[in-house]
């Protein structure tokens, strides 16, 4: 994936909010998502651009769009598009990164396309795709290693990590988008030290900080997708938030993996970076220590050994029921790098369909927990407070193991470097409710 | 679930076919599919009768169907069906009951009738639901037991088991219909004795004979489904083959569970058998041996452990090129029954809830494979086989550890006791491909 005059960090939008130097969707980045408003509740296409959401419904109606994404922009989720594949999706972003540039287009152009302008804040973000099928993966080596620890302190890491892109399936009904409320599940309690199992509200809820990818055409049933395909079939990428209840999940998960710990909830921002506009960050994956096995042919590609890391960096935040009455921000937990990952998005692609498991548009990739060693960059609690031995302490002297009632915890992701215009990926939150 | 005249076992049908005494489809069972034919290529809603299938596109435009539920006869699967819930079935299960029943229909009502048949053999029997999300459980002790034997003889079946119905998400893109051939998949295989892993066709291919339960109305997100409620969640159940990669399996399920080695492929039998139909099936749950823990109390319902069985005889076919060649029929493997299960379909569907998880109307809920102690009533090859250390030995002197290509294997299933009609399942088949 080549630099384009899209990426050009010169360009400003003519919607001002989009230039400030901190601004999450500045003209470089045109993520995408699904939105309502209360004027008009029908679910929409729309694409970010500073404080404003461009509606593709009505740029489609005014003559906006390249003719080919017209059917798509009508659809009530991103399904359609993703299915077109990557040309349709440079040719949209390409247009209307010209559309909102604030050197190109004359003033009727202009005109049209402020009218089809929604405050970000006036609209009801959505689910961005339907997601089929949704599978979470385990690519931190340092988060499978933390947790390994935990379990298996003599033998952290299983002998597979390092040759297999370990993945489950996850729950797809049950993803919503960020702001939903989160419910703590009951489920079974099984102390070490007790006879029997309790039916009871979950204690050691926990966050897990990941990045979702949407697939985009994807391979019919039985055949493979090379890796060197990745590009064409990884459409963009969101915070994800895999919400685990820990107490529930030690009882449950042998031997088939965890269950009932995972698909209560899982939270994803609602817009969509895509790979494209994240393409100045691209870096080569991680590199591997000399004493580790070279990846399996399958799972080698010379563009995305150079390329397919991503410079992201991912921060988790917490605002508990007492420091929002107090009026107080919220407090950075973490921040961890997402070049870190011993696998690459691309690499999850060509395993999952490795086996000719037929991949669809709107189907989500989880990353797994995003850690590295560091305590502050831990993508989760169970990892950060070491299983609640050393738990988090708050400013407020407020301590945590695990979440309580009322604690919003908020994700957040940027792409920066020298050189390129910052790229946000947004907000991912979520506020845990006590159990029903 | 009281039984009413459509369970009469004197009654007979004026459609011939469906009254031979081993018809799987007799006026009793009614069960729900999807079909297209070459000269109506609309996919739409049917009813299995005999060898014919009642359209029931067709019967709701000749006015027969009961008001509530032509629209969702109109939709291309039976989700909306499914939507409706338990009176919606009931209703539309007795009209057709009556409209098909020998002694019933004045002649001009039967001539309606007879306009909306069409034979079985020129219709394409297509899945018959959208399948949202796919969950597979571990619901028979015998099989837990056999299989953990192989994996840890000191201890073969954990602590949780007896506690928890064990369960996993599965792929739901994957599962295909009945008759849809089946490609061997490549994957990650590593013998115990070798260095490292290398990608290939996989060599340990296996079937796993279940029951497949598709859910009803289901629950919002947040809320929980009761055990005593499960009879009005559960529409009706298929054959359902977890095809298994073994050798992928074993290498790849630690410690987050089966992935590659199942998701290339799972096939379900096109006709749905309400749970209806099966009232007069319906047996006590397993007995537990006295030593057994109690459930815990959300897994506890009167009605579900008097009634909560159901006394289904499932068997597994084997149909080798070599057999296809020479003209024989099918060898049964085979013959166990789905009364020796460990837990209900309405405890797996309530543990499924018990966290707040949302299930919706096509989701898929697989039992596990169904296996007795008896060599003859074990559910897949691994255990019959007992790891292929004991060859299958077929009449014609064919061995298999494990599937071969153009290998077909065909599962059946039917209930039967006397004073009640013979309820059938219909045949769940696939045939096994050269990998790609």
Not at 331 to 346: A, D, N, P, Q
Request: proline letters at 9%; hydrophobic letters at 40%; aromatic letters at 8%.
């Amino acid at each position: 994936m080549s630099l384009n005059f899209t990426h050009d960090p010169a360009r400003r939008s003519w919607v001002d909010s989009a230039n400030l130097p901190d601004a999450d969707f500045p003209l470089q980045n045109l993520p995408f998502g699904v939105f309502r408003t209360s004027g008009n509740p029908t679910r929409r296409l729309g694409v970010a651009i500073g404080d404003r959401i461009l509606d593709l419904r009505a740029a489609a109606a005014a003559g906006l769009l390249p003719e080919p994404v017209i059917p798509a922009s009508q659809h009530p989720s991103l399904n359609a598009l993703l299915a077109l594949g990557a040309p349709a999706w440079s040719a949209v972003r390409a247009r209307l990164s010209e559309l909102l540039d604030a050197a190109s287009p004359v003033a009727e152009l202009r005109q049209r396309v402020e009218t089809c302008l929604v405050p970000m804040r006036s609209a009801t973000l959505l689910l961005p795709a339907h997601i089929g099928d949704y599978t979470d993966f385990y690519a931190s080596i340092h988060h499978a290693t933390n947790v390994g620890s935990m379990l298996r302190p003599e033998n952290p890491l299983l002998p597979n990590y390092k040759w297999v892109p370990i993945g489950y399936h996850g729950r797809g009904s049950s993803i919503v988008a960020s702001g939903a409320a989160i419910r703590r599940p009951h489920g079974q309690l099984k102390p070490a030290d007790a006879p029997a199992p309790v039916f009871a509200p979950c204690k050691n809820l926990d966050y897990e900080l990941e990045i979702g990818a949407f697939v985009g055409p994807g391979n019919a049933l039985g055949e493979r997708l090379p890796l060197s395909a990745a590009p064409q079939h990884l459409f963009g990428i969101v915070l994800l938030n895999d919400w685990s209840a820990r107490d529930i999940q030690t009882w449950e998960y042998q031997p088939l993996g965890p269950f009932l710990s995972k698909n209560f909830a899982s939270t994803i921002s609602p817009w969509v970076v895509t790979l494209e506009a994240l393409a100045p960050f691209r870096v080569p994956a991680m590199p591997r220590p000399a004493s580790d096995p070279a990846p399996l042919p399958y799972l080698v590609d010379h563009y995305d050994a150079t390329h397919g890391g991503l410079d992201l960096t991912l921060e988790v935040w917490l605002l508990t029921a007492k420091m929002r009455l107090a009026g107080d921000t919220p407090h950075r937990i973490s921040r961890g790098k997402f070049t870190e990952m011993y696998w690459t998005l691309g690499q999850l692609l060509a395993h999952h369909a490795s086996n000719g498991c037929n991949l669809s548009p709107g189907d989500l990739l989880g990353s797994g927990t995003v850690s590295g060693t560091a305590r502050d960059t831990r993508g989760c609690l169970l990892e950060y407070t070491w299983r609640g031995t050393d738990p988090l302490r708050l400013p407020n002297g407020e301590e945590r193991k695990f979440l309580a009632d009322g604690d919003e915890v908020i994700l957040r992701g940027y792409a920066e470097r020298p050189g390129a215009r910052r790229i946000g990926l947004g907000e991912c939150r979520g506020l845990i409710m006590p159990a029903g």
